[in-house]
């Protein structure tokens, strides 16, 4: 038996700035870890404290990419560390997307805000992925232009015809030059289904964002045609040991770190309040 | 679930006598009534066995996941796991807490920690003598622990539990039940999972939410309940150790994310998500009630909530 609860000391590679306290952070774990997209590890700093977090990256010589926002106690410590510095990690946790579902599907991607960093590691992996076939089409919203996460990268995805982008915000004093190819749309992210085209029964969609995106799109997309069990959602709870044991992130009688935290929604609608 | 039979075992005095030599030549915990009038597990001099059981204030799980333990130390850019649990003895607690400890060997299964503990330990439950307030139940689940011990009988629960006995010339075994108290499981509360789920927009919460102190006492006092929270501590030399602590489902930062969203906002709520993990468990243990009925929450309750009641009212029924 190994001690799930122990973390690996891993060094903090790297930091890249992307727009305001959402940053890059990469960690090189002393042993390798897998992670697979919708995963999470937990990062500890110790004498602070430890968050869970999701990949935004498919690992790369050793390396775990997460975008973290700095939005408490533990992560506004993690923005004062330096490369080099090391930290804790526990992981791989949790029950992924399943990319084989994703094969011989259309994949609908849509992220509200932060939701596009995990959404992004299955991105890279569909794209990587060489016995895939179908588009990809991604949906993602956030506040203002500049809060758009990955925007050059989603951009030149989208130019060079392996995506089919749309963006959307939710106000914007003047919309940004998106080389005129790429759809901006001031409102919200749902909004963006309005005019396209797709075949809902042989679409997959997986859609990670904050709690209110959940309250509408889910069953707007199963009103469209897909699916319930092609629907899936990333849930964030509350996860403090992250193997099923503490009680903080469960919902209707499931561990969300365990058996989650990616869900269809053939699965969420017995799980009441999950959504 | 039909009653286990389990080897039993005659007691002569010589063999009762080196039997309780055994047990107690390390450390060993009893539930010991202080001078305050608490009953607490408190160290036992040797040699000296209660003759029955009592429910301690605290219940077992304190010896398996204590209120606070470290469980690692971090230094020179190393973690560490710290040393192993030194061996002890449980004596003189009552079969309702043997249940319990099942149900925690299920939820801690894959836990290093707690089952260090558990290897290292020796558990000993004895006749009870039961309460107004017990409502255990044989058939609810299993026993864990390794004896279950009489006066001029005892129940291997374990094989180390068999092992000592036989090394103690106990002999005559044969696969008998348990010799539970007579309780009245009947005086249960019927509940269904559908009813406590369509529950939740319930006034009865809404009641029970507006005497509930929201203190936790219920959860501290339950065998069953084992929510933790970890917490790091930085000592003078810069060394780290990361502790685990009991939690609360009652406490206001149980459920809250970072940006401050919270998934069960309100007492009601969490009396709802209380009364979910203890009839209807989590996970694997998803189906499996929980609640021994060791009235140690009802006891506790500062306020006099009674969950078994508010299971009895959401199932339809009234508890005399």
Known sequence: MTDALLPVAAVLHEIVPMVTDNHLFSFLPEQPMALAPGQFVEITLTGIGSFPVSSCAQVRNGLITSCIRRAGRVTEALYHLEEGDVVGLRGPFGMGFQLELFRDQDALLIAGGLGMAPLRALLHALLDDPHRTGRIIVLYGSRQPEMLLFRDELVKLSLEQQIELRFSVDFAEELPSLDGRVVCKIGLVNELLAGLTFAPRKTVAAVCGPPALYHCILEELALIGIPPAKIFATLERRMRCSVGECCHCVVAGRYICKDGPVFSLEQLRNMTEAI | ?320
């Open chain 2, 1 to 320: 679930m039909v009653e286990a039979l389990l080897p039993s075992y005659h007691l002569r005095q010589s063999s009762h006598d080196t039997l309780a030599d055994a047990i107690t030549k390390g450390s060993t915990f009893a539930p010991q009534v202080d001078a305050e009038g608490f009953c607490r597990l408190q160290p036992l001099s040797a040699g000296d066995l209660p003759g029955q059981a009592l429910s301690s204030f605290v219940p077992l799980k304190k010896m398996f996941l204590p209120p606070r333990e470290k469980l690692w130390s971090f230094q020179s850019g190393q973690f560490s796991e710290l040393e192993q649990p030194e061996p002890f003895a449980v004596v003189g607690v009552p079969l309702c807490d043997l249940q319990a400890l099942w149900y925690l060997d299920q939820v801690f299964a894959e836990d290093l920690p707690y089952q260090k503990r558990r290897a290292r330990s020796l558990v000993v439950a004895m006749p009870c003598e039961p309460t107004p307030d017990c409502r255990c139940d044989p058939q609810l689940m299993p026993v864990a622990g390794d004896l279950f011990l009489e006066q001029k009988c005892a129940w291997a629960l374990s094989p180390a539990g068999d092992s000592l006995l036989r090394s103690c010339g106990a002999g005559g075994a044969e696969d008998q039940p348990l010799p539970w108290p007579t309780a009245s499981p009947e005086r249960r509360p019927q509940l269904t999972e559908e009813q406590l789920r369509s529950s939740a927009d319930a006034a009865i919460w809404a009641e029970a939410a507006q005497s509930c102190l929201a203190c936790g006492a219920c959860s501290v006092v339950c065998p069953t309940c084992y929510c933790f929270d970890l917490l790091d501590e930085t000592a003078t030399d810069g060394s780290v150790t990361r502790g685990r602590l009991w939690d609360n489902c009652f406490f206001a930062e149980h459920a809250k994310v970072a940006g401050g969203h919270d998934f069960r906002p309100g007492r009601a709520n969490r009396l709802h998500f209380r009364m979910e993990h203890k009839f209807f468990g989590f996970g694997a243990l998803q189906g499996q009630n929980s609640c021994v009925g060791c009235g140690r929450c009802r006891r506790v309750c500062p306020v006099d909530i009674d969950f078994d009641q508010i299971a009895a009212k959401l199932g339809g029924e009234e508890l005399s």
